[in-house]
């Protein structure tokens, strides 16, 4: 068996477990679970010593996965899809009722993105959930892109490292946004995706 097939079904059995794993994402590593499994989510938040205020974000293998995260739809949503999935741009969108409060903020939305990174996707749609997608690091430390930088605590707190390559592709991690009214966007992190990119589709864009 391949490496990278026989790294796959053995990260697939840990989430299906209910585990945390570390896992190769487009911009960098992240630690994460099934996003529906409450328990896991909750170690996710032990493990990288992270703020509760913080809710964990979630991705997404393709589109079609969108509706298990919110039943929330606009124009501006769709325009955004067809432009920037897969890719690194985080929307924050009403949660769907039965998403775990890990995964929601205080408000009730919650962060996703499709991603384009083969591991990432095909975890996502193999298990036919989404993921817990937050970086691989202690709260307070740098966002890796190679195994090798990846935190050794870090790494035996959780089930299984995905340490194959296509290793995660580096620089800024994914851009957030949030939707104010029809054509205005909030940019609460720019990031791969540059708020003149988001400008040239036609959007009027806030800052926070």
Request: contains cysteine.
């Amino acid at each position: 068996m391949h490496q990278v097939d026989h790294e796959f079904e053995k990260a697939c059995e840990a989430l299906r477990r209910g585990d945390v794993i570390i896992y190769p994402t487009e911009t960098l590593y992240a630690i994460g679970c099934d996003a529906f499994c409450a328990e896991a989510a909750a170690r996710v938040y032990a493990f990288k010593k992270r703020s509760h205020a913080k809710p964990l974000p979630v991705l997404i293998g393709d589109a079609s996965q969108l509706s298990q995260v919110t039943d929330w739809h606009s124009e501006d949503l769709e325009k955004l899809a067809r432009r920037f999935w897969p890719g690194p741009l985080s929307v924050i969108v009403p949660a769907r009722e039965g998403l775990p409060r890990e995964v929601q903020d205080a408000e009730g939305t919650t962060s996703v993105r499709v991603t384009p990174h083969p591991v990432a996707a095909r975890l996502s749609r193999e298990l036919g959930r989404p993921l817990v997608a937050t970086s691989a690091n202690l709260s307070g430390e740098p966002s890796v892109a190679r195994p090798d930088a990846l935190s050794e605590a870090l790494c035996q707190s959780v089930s299984y490292v995905f340490r194959s390559e296509p290793w995660p592709g580096g620089g800024e991690p994914s851009t957030v946004i949030a939707f104010a009214e029809p054509g205005v966007l909030v940019l609460h992190r720019e990031g791969a995706i540059s708020k003149a990119a988001l400008e040239a589709e036609g959007f009027v864009i806030q800052t926070v």
